[in-house]
């Protein structure tokens, strides 16, 4: 694997979580993406609370070493206490969102990186604000809603590139099919059939009509904006573009990973020409 | 007539408003606010001054108050938004709909709904607002449907609290209502 992404993380997982490999190897990876990044943190974190210390063997290209540390990750495997480990600001870009009022900061935060770098417009970034705000409270509100996760692990991280912003927002919780599943009318529903219909009817766990939604509007919003949407829980993966969304098997492993890719128009910046 | 009036500044929350707990913070002091408007009163919910309004936090500070109203717990009292950046309440409308509710929003360059209304109710909703005040069969009239479509169109509106209507009096099976805008031309 030269590249750990939203495309190619199900084959870490199916090596980690399938096969049992004995680490993480990372060595011919040359990119990686805030999901694929986020990811290797919450495996190594669900090996360890199975008393399994998972080594990664890092990339082997100077550049993605660097910016791997960029992003955090050696300092974030280098703490047994997950919590506290992320400063909500610019040199951090992996994020403790474990609770909800430490979101409006790590928003302010990300939304001062946005604004630094790109000449959004008032609307474009309103959107972008509120994408960033609902997809972060779903890990508070939804990933330890039956109490019975120790650490769910809620984290954020973005980056950006050439190909436009990547964000990921990932936790090791209870995932969309057994947060679904709290409604009797859908005990036991699969992971598969969560995904579907929260991410295309807007269901969610709770009754009340106005709660839910988000992440059907934020697929809605991916759509029109030509991105990218990925969401994995449990056993089954979303893959949405401008043009389709399909649900697939997924290696298992627990809480819901998502990973939102949006080009550079959004952010108010021409496309690199082809 | 809508004889009283209050403004409800949502900036008084911050800038930047976007979670749920920072939105249940807003609604106990909105609905202090709408409680101590004397009837018949609007309470004009102003987006001055704020940046982002997320989903989330208009849901639990402007729609679920909304729907406590539509639900009759509040009196003869209304609620609109008031925005010069009718964007800013994008969210807010998703949530309205999710919740089947319509709600007025002004801005610069008039009044719009928030959240689901039919079109046919819109038509009649637009014919009130630009009368001011009315009855159910000067409506029908002007709109060419007959006099128990209309009155249903307007029950519908009233309950939205998108329209004032009070009973006059009846007129065969039907009892007869003024119905009175809650936008004004001065808005």
Same mark, same amino acid.
């Given at each position: 694997?030269?590249?750990?992404s939203v495309e190619t993380a199900d084959q870490l997982l199916a090596?980690?979580e399938?096969?049992?490999? &004995? ?12 999901y694929g990044?986020?990811l ?66 790590? /928003? ?51 980056? *950006? ?9 990932v936790?090791?919780? +209870?995932g969309l099919g ?12 699969s992971d598969a059939a969560a995904l579907n219909?929260i991410v ?28 990218t949407l990925a969401i994995r829980s449990g056993e089954a993966i979303l893959y949405m573009?401008?043009?389709?969304g399909d649900i697939y098997d997924s290696p298992p492993f627990?809480g819901v990973q998502i990973g ?8 108010? /910046? ?5 | ?12 929350? &911050? ?46 500070? +402007? ?44 801005? *610069? ?19 009130? /607002? ?58």
């Amino acid at each position: 694997m030269d590249r750990l992404s939203v495309e190619t993380a199900d084959q870490l997982l199916a090596r980690t979580e399938v096969d049992r490999a &004995g680490e993480i190897d990372l060595g011919r990876v040359t990119r990686v993406d805030p999901y694929g990044l986020l990811l290797v943190v919450l495996i190594v974190y669900h090996h360890r609370e199975r008393g399994v210390d998972l080594p990664v063997r890092w990339p082997r290209h100077p550049q993605t070493r660097r910016a791997l540390e960029e992003m955090g990750l050696p300092r974030v495997l280098g703490r047994s206490e997950h919590r506290g480990w992320a400063r909500a600001d610019t040199s951090y870009p992996v994020a403790d969102i474990s609770e909800e009022k430490g979101i409006s900061a790590v /928003v302010e935060a990300f939304d001062r990186r946005l604004l630094q770098g790109y000449p959004l417009t008032t609307a474009s970034r309103r959107r972008l604000i509120n994408v960033l705000f609902e997809l972060f409270q779903n890990i508070p509100h939804h990933s330890n809603a039956t109490g019975d996760v120790a650490h769910p692990m809620g984290m954020a991280a973005m980056q *950006d590139d050439e190909d436009g912003i990547h964000l990921a927002v990932v936790d090791k919780g +209870i995932g969309l099919g057994c947060s679904l599943g709290l409604r009797s009318e859908y005990h036991g529903i699969s992971d598969a059939a969560a995904l579907n219909r929260i991410v295309f009817l807007g269901m969610s766990r709770h009754a009340d009509p106005g709660h839910g939604g988000e992440l059907r509007r934020i697929a809605e919003l991916t759509r029109a904006w030509e991105g990218t949407l990925a969401i994995r829980s449990g056993e089954a993966i979303l893959y949405m573009d401008s043009e389709r969304g399909d649900i697939y098997d997924s290696p298992p492993f627990p809480g819901v990973q998502i990973g939102l890719r949006l080009p550079r128009h959004v952010l108010g /910046v021409e496309e690199p020409p082809a | 007539m809508i004889d009283h009036e209050a403004s409800f500044l949502i900036q008084q929350f &911050g800038q930047r408003l976007g979670t749920r707990s920072e939105g249940e913070v807003a609604r106990t002091h909105l609905l202090r606010a709408l409680t101590a408007l004397p009837e018949p009163g609007r309470l004009l919910v102003d987006l001055a001054g704020i940046d982002v309004l997320s989903g989330s936090f208009a849901d639990e500070a +402007i729609a679920i108050p909304y729907a406590r109203l539509a639900a009759a717990e509040y009196g003869d009292r209304y609620m609109l938004v008031r925005t010069s950046h009718p964007d800013l309440a994008e969210d807010l409308g998703y949530k309205l709909e999710r919740r089947k509710l319509a709600m007025l929003c002004l801005s *610069d360059t008039g009044w719009t709904i928030l959240g689901a209304l039919p079109p046919p109710m819109e038509e009649t909703l637009a014919l009130i /607002v630009e009368r001011e005040e009315t009855t159910a069969k000067e409506l029908a009239d002007a709109l060419s449907i007959r006099h128990n479509a209309c009155l249903h169109r307007v029950g519908r509106l009233a309950a939205l609290r998108l329209i004032r209507r009070e009973e006059v009096g009846s007129a065969g099976p039907y009892a007869t209502y003024r119905l009175f805008s809650v936008v004004s031309s001065a808005d």
